[in-house]
């Protein structure tokens, strides 16, 4: 019997720590032949991901380009995949959650009829415009895809709302499976700044910031309660901010934050120095949709700098709070978990919904199972 031929896809640096441990997954199956394609849709930051968990592409787009616009990564995705299709013509294309390259990929493996597999499937604002452009990516990947791989429970009963119900499986978010390899005690950071970092000492409090929604006066309001949250505690903590490479965020962090002692902005960090450096802080301040599940996992409470979230399991289970984008909000949030040991012990403490470390067997086992080359479907991830 011919090996099944199962494509990853993915372009961003989010999605290549997530889709990095089932690539490795995949070609440990002899049933399998995994093939890798990228498309670059960000170009460093990917490259960075694919150097730490060597993985070699056997296909790069390389779409990236300056200033690109949505509709560029778009038109540019479907049309180099569709060269790689007809070259290679796989019998399952897998993408994951909700960025331009996920949609373009499940829409141009729709147009060369094959199956698509969606990775972090189920994950609902319930608003078209926010997170934007990601919430109408992730819903309309799902009316493509034939395989559904729900991170949770909740996942299931949100694409089952939709009408979604044949070829779900609930796996497990395969993050946690990534950190389980990249996170070490003794890790040493390639930049001094970093290894210097007083942890025992000072409340190491890491931040991030980049969605286009909090462009505009909720990114000024945000960084002006990082400032004032400096200000306040200036001998208790230290803000470490990786600062995303869009020149929107860049002018507006180095206005706002530039020359107070205790905050240091940096360069957007490879996949493992983040998660090590994660795992060394005492609280994330984040509107990304990534750490919201990764923080959890190290046991670090998670302030979400936006109105909303489609990761509801963690507000759920007391490990991740809405903070919204008003500074006093922020400010006020940050001060209790700063102040007060019982409110941040109750958040530490708190249980992960997101994962157990075998996402990745689940979704390989699932596959297998699909195709007729397993007897049975995986167990699915109950949650703990």
């Known amino acids: 019997m011919d090996k099944l031929k199962v494509m990853t896809i993915f372009g961003t640096r989010p999605e290549a720590i997530k889709m990095a441990p089932l690539v490795m997954e995949l070609e440990r199956r002899p049933e399998i032949e995994s093939l890798c394609c990228v498309t670059a849709q960000h170009r460093q930051m990917l490259d960075g991901v694919l150097e730490i968990f060597h993985l ?17 990564i778009t038109s540019k995705c479907l049309m180099g995949l569709e060269k790689v299709f007809q070259e290679v013509r796989p019998d399952l294309v897998l993408v994951h959650g909700d960025t331009s390259t996920t949609f373009a990929g499940a829409l141009a ?28 990516n992730r819903s309309l990947v799902g009316r493509l895809a034939d395989l559904h ?23 497990g978010n395969t993050v946690i499976d990534a950190l389980n390899t990249t996170v070490r005690k003794e890790h040493r950071f390639t930049s001094d700044r970093l290894n210097d970092l007083d942890c025992t000492g000072r409340k190491l409090i890491l931040v991030t910031c980049h969605r286009r929604e909090n462009y505009g006066d909720p990114m000024e309001q945000i960084m002006s309660a990082l400032r004032a949250i400096a200000e306040r505690y200036a001998g208790q903590v230290e803000l470490v901010y990786p600062v995303h490479l869009s020149p929107v965020v860049q002018e507006v962090a180095h206005r706002h934050l530039d020359g107070l002692n205790n905050v240091r902005l940096i360069e957007p960090l490879p996949a493992d120095e983040m998660h090590n450096l994660m795992a060394r802080s005492y609280l994330v301040l984040t509107d990304s949709g990534g750490l919201q599940e990764e923080a959890p ?33 922020i400010v006020a949030m940050t001060a209790e978990l700063i102040e007060s040991p019982a409110a941040y012990e109750t958040m530490a403490h708190a249980v992960n919904p997101y994962g157990d470390g075998q996402a990745c067997r689940r979704i390989a086992d699932a596959i297998l199972f699909q195709f007729g080359r397993a007897e049975r479907p995986p167990e699915p991830f109950a949650g703990r």
């Not at 949770?152 to 609930?170: F, S």
């Not at 190290?298 to 979400?304: H, I």
């Open 149 to 171: 791989f729900c991170p949770t429970e909740a996942n299931r009963r949100n694409l089952a709302a939709e009408g979604i119900t044949k070829g779900v499986y609930v796996t």
């Open 109 to 136: 493996a729709y147009y060369q009829q094959i199956a698509v597999g969606h990775v972090e499937a189920g994950l609902r604002t319930w608003d078209k415009y926010s997170p934007f452009p990601e919430e109408m």
């Open 297 to 329: 996992a190290l046991g670090k409470p998670v302030l979400v700098l936006r109105r909303e979230t489609e990761r509801p399991e963690a507000v759920e289970a007391g490990t991740v709070r809405i903070a919204g984008t008003r500074k006093e909000d």
């Open 56 to 72: 070699k592409p056997q296909f790069d787009l390389d779409i990236m380009e300056p200033r690109q616009t949505l509709s560029t």
